[in-house]
């Protein structure tokens, strides 16, 4: 049982224009998000993260939306560069269970 | 650098074996985590320790164990191994292990099962 689900094994995206990476989510318990971006070869690496009480968190060109009733988080990258180019784990906990349940994860490639 | 080792990078091994999978946790940081990665999956999170106690479990097999030393590194052990434990094996460490905590990953171990 899939409880975090990355529908989008990859995504192509021009350089300069938005990335949207999305997240959809099963278990109303979750109450805390997470995005890791990982390179080959190397650990994945924490991006921006979301509590269940916000619908938004910025942090520069990174942007995480969570639609509660939706069951659906998104990661906007604004504007996309190479650099970005890796692959994007999304990641839910439940308060006090000290798990975090990741995605599949979806190939972002920013095209130059 | 994200400050966690793992070791060995890679290990090959045969069906029916049993491996050690080290890692040591950034300087400070009291807990650890294991997750399993194979081949298209995502991050399966296998196991926490927090400070030398087990604190959370996941997908984990009885035939893997782990434990945290005083030193608080840690040792994931894999017996009887299968064809299917094949993946990569990374570790992670954050301060104190609440949720709202940055996990830093380590490099990961490539465990290949001949």
């Known amino acids: 049982d899939q409880q975090v689900k990355q529908n989008s094994p990859s995504l192509s995206v021009q350089e300069g224009r938005i990335s949207i990476l999305n997240c959809d989510y099963t278990?109303?318990?979750?109450?805390?998000f997470l995005w890791y971006k990982k390179y080959p070869a190397e650990g994945p690496t924490f991006l921006i993260s979301i509590s269940s009480i916000k619908d938004k968190n910025e942090d520069g060109r990174f942007t995480v939306f969570l639609n509660k009733s939706a069951k659906h988080l998104s990661l906007h990258i604004v504007p996309s560069q190479p650099g970005d180019s890796a692959v994007y784990f999304c990641a839910a906990s439940t308060s006090g269970t000290y798990k975090y349940i990741f995605g599949t994860g979806t190939r972002l490639k920013v095209l130059a | 650098d994200s400050g966690v080792t793992q070791t060995p990078k890679h290990l090959i091994t045969a069906t029916g074996q049993r491996v050690t999978l080290r890692c040591s946790p950034r300087?400070?940081?009291?807990?650890v985590y294991w997750y399993q990665q194979s081949l298209d999956q995502g991050l399966q999170f296998l196991i926490q320790?927090?400070?030398?106690?087990?604190?959370a479990k996941g997908n984990i097999l009885e035939r893997f164990s782990a434990q945290q030393f005083p030193d608080l590194h840690s040792e994931l052990n894999l017996s009887s191994l299968e064809l299917g434990d094949s993946a990569l094996y990374f570790c992670a460490s954050s301060g104190r292990g609440g949720e709202a905590d940055t996990q830093y990953f380590g490099p990961g171990t490539r465990l290949t099962v001949l």
């Open positions: 320790y927090y400070n030398g106690e087990e604190r």
């Open positions: 300087s400070g940081d009291l807990s």
């Open positions: 278990n109303s318990m979750f109450d805390y």
